[in-house]
């Protein structure tokens, strides 16, 4: 079981660095400026100041954000604390979820991805005082604890992406960015250096 738990978190943290990759091979503004397990999983900054924190969750089986999941908690409770470190993430920084779970409908996760910030803090509410799940139980409290008009403008500041290439669709998205570059017989291969320089 210990080897299981720590092949996840490896996969896991391959795929922050494998998705940051393509995402600067994709990226068209060449200031922006990408850093790993520095400000967040991934970040985009532009002389230090970060834009864009990206939390990245991969899973190998079907999962699901629901209003008490675990990964949303957990990523609710990392925003917190930068947002209590620093206020002043609240004016310029877009805070991203990735995951390859789905959203649900009517799901908080999906009223934000749909800009219903009002109803989507409603549901975080509801699931939290309903929610018997004491792994979150840290993460309800920091919750409780935070002003209702910071956790509205953070929540306006949360852009997920549900459903998210996993962490081999992510490389044939690498790949169709290099073969560009090179003869198709190569892709392979060029993928592999550019990786491994990454």
Same mark, same amino acid.
């Given at each position: 079981?210990?080897?299981?738990?720590?092949?996840?978190?490896?996969?896991?943290?391959?795929?922050?660095?494998?998705?940051?990759?393509?995402?600067?091979?994709?990226?068209?503004?060449?200031?922006?400026?990408?850093?790993?397990?520095?400000?967040?999983?991934?970040?985009?900054?532009?002389?230090?100041?970060?834009?864009?924190?990206?939390?990245?969750?991969?899973?190998?089986?079907?999962? &699901?954000?629901? =209003? +008490?999941?675990? #990964?949303?908690?957990?990523?609710?409770? !990392?925003?917190?604390?930068? %947002?209590? /470190?620093?206020?002043?993430?609240?004016?310029?920084?877009?805070?991203?979820?990735?995951?390859?779970?789905?959203?649900?409908?009517?799901?908080?996760?999906?009223?934000?991805?749909?800009?219903?910030?009002?109803?989507?803090?409603?549901?975080?509410?509801?699931?939290?005082?309903?929610?018997?799940?004491?792994?979150?139980?840290?993460?309800? &409290?920091?919750? =409780? +604890?935070?002003? #209702?008009?910071?956790?509205?403008?953070? !929540?306006?500041?949360?852009? %997920?992406? /549900?459903?998210?290439?996993?962490?081999?669709?992510?490389?044939?998205?690498?790949?169709?960015?290099?073969?560009?570059?090179?003869?198709?017989?190569?892709?392979?291969?060029?993928?592999?250096?550019?990786?491994?320089?990454?």
């Amino acid at each position: 079981m210990a080897a299981h738990n720590a092949s996840g978190q490896l996969l896991g943290y391959l795929y922050q660095v494998r998705f940051a990759l393509n995402l600067l091979l994709e990226s068209d503004d060449p200031h922006y400026q990408i850093s790993l397990e520095k400000f967040d999983d991934i970040a985009f900054d532009r002389d230090g100041t970060p834009i864009q924190l990206i939390q990245a969750k991969h899973h190998t089986k079907p999962a &699901s954000l629901t =209003d +008490s999941s675990t #990964d949303l908690w957990r990523t609710l409770n !990392v925003l917190l604390d930068a %947002i209590t /470190s620093d206020c002043s993430l609240l004016n310029h920084t877009d805070f991203v979820i990735v995951t390859t779970a789905t959203a649900p409908e009517n799901s908080a996760a999906r009223l934000i991805q749909q800009g219903f910030y009002d109803d989507a803090l409603t549901k975080l509410k509801e699931a939290k005082s309903a929610s018997k799940n004491h792994a979150n139980s840290s993460f309800y &409290s920091k919750f =409780d +604890s935070t002003d #209702d008009s910071i956790l509205l403008r953070l !929540v306006k500041r949360i852009k %997920i992406v /549900s459903s998210a290439s996993n962490i081999i669709d992510v490389e044939k998205k690498i790949q169709k960015q290099i073969r560009i570059a090179c003869k198709p017989e190569h892709v392979s291969m060029a993928t592999e250096r550019i990786e491994g320089w990454w």
